[in-house]
């Protein structure tokens, strides 16, 4: 293989080198795992919501089975007194038959309360459990998918190892003079700035290639350009 024909893998190597840097800041992965770590952020603070509420909510049933047992117990006071055979008046008989029937009322609406608090403790308790299991079940995917995003760019670093390498390789195989134009060169034609015939096309710029130019190809150590675009042609 000629010196140039070293430059020409050299700048095909530099080109997928660039292209697998660029690809590395943008892999689909990144985006993807922003998203799942966001809403596996959310889902972790709804279940810690779902938890809150169902704490306040067994705190509220508590006050309410307290109070309802307060409510009882002075039902049957009541009753006591008014059955009791204490001499009591017909008119505080009828104030304890009253406030007997207030605290049944009373006790009932409280039971009734309860029972509301209850079936929402049951709805709460669902609620804890499916937003766990939610929440769970985005975090597995958001370790699933950083392990395979870790390993898609390892497979890119390694591949970039590997094109490093071969680089440092060919340098050593082509002359400082002919890197230097190579390297002054580059910027002008975004990276290639060498070309090869494809059917009798430059590669670069994919105009035509004189049969002329591609006689003095076969030339060792010829210098030839592509006549539209500037290009060095290599054989």
Known sequence: MSELQ???KLQ??????????????????????????AETADAKEAWAWARTKLDEQAKRIKRLEL?????????????????SDSGQTSKELEQLGRRSHALDCERREKEDM????MEGQENL???????????????????QL???????????????????????QLQKQISEALLGEYRRQRPRYKGNPLAHLENDCCSGCRVIVFTGLKSR???????????????????
């Not at 190809?217 to 054989?235: A, F, I, M, T």
């Open 6 to 8: 070293n430059l020409y």
């Open 12 to 37: 095909q190597i530099e080109l997928e080198l660039e292209s697998l840097q660029k690809s590395i800041k943008e892999l689909p992965v990144f985006a993807e795992f922003k998203k799942l770590q």
């Open 67 to 83: 109070d309802l047992l307060q409510t009882e117990a002075e039902q049957r006071q009541a009753q006591a007194q008014l059955f």
């Open 114 to 117: 309860l029972l509301m608090a």
């Open 125 to 143: 308790t669902q609620t804890v459990q499916q937003a766990e299991e939610h929440y769970r079940a985005l975090r597995a995917k958001l370790r």
């Open 146 to 168: 950083q392990k395979a995003g870790n390993a898609e760019i390892q497979s890119i670093k390694n591949r970039v190892n590997d094109l490093e390498l071969q680089r440092e």
């Open 217 to 235: 190809l076969k030339q060792p150590d010829s210098k030839v350009y592509c006549e539209n675009c500037g290009r060095r042609l290599v054989p």
